[in-house]
């Protein structure tokens, strides 16, 4: 994957937001897991925001969570971008929800199904609501 080591936060913050930008969502993931895994740094907040667009691009609900969970252990609860980020990654579940729950309750249920069946091919995670 990189040929070299990298051992600063700024530099492997570049690369996650370089892939999230290139809509390489799942190797962002995978890199900032690296940086404390494998490096042994402790993310920052562009580090959070970063991912959690990731995670907003795969519609990722379950890794989401436990990046949110990753940045509140980490005192980053009460930063404003991460939590802008949050919102972002959180409102892209919840709008698929939205909609298959607004075609169910007015009874237009091949609409539902259909967006189900998008849901699916775009691999965005279903959670219990869903």
């Given at each position: 994957m990189l040929e070299r080591r990298v051992y600063d936060l700024v530099s492997w913050n570049s690369i996650v937001a370089a892939n999230v930008q290139n809509d390489a969502f799942a190797l962002a993931i995978a890199l900032f897991e690296k940086i404390g895994h494998d490096f042994s740094m402790h993310p920052d907040g562009i580090s959070f925001v970063n991912v959690l667009a990731a995670c907003a691009g795969l519609s990722a609900l379950m890794q989401g969570r436990q990046i949110h969970a990753s940045a509140v252990r980490n005192g980053l609860f009460?930063?404003?971008?991460?939590?802008?980020?949050?919102?972002?990654?959180?409102?892209?579940?919840?709008?698929?929800?939205?909609?298959?729950?607004?075609?169910?309750?007015?009874?237009?249920?091949?609409?539902?199904?259909?967006?189900l069946e998008e849901m699916k091919e775009e691999n965005i995670e279903f959670d219990i609501v869903t």
């Open positions: 009460e930063n404003m971008f991460v939590g802008n980020a949050l919102v972002h990654m959180y409102a892209n579940v919840v709008s698929w929800n939205a909609m298959v729950s607004g075609y169910s309750r007015i009874e237009r249920f091949e609409e539902a199904l259909r967006l």
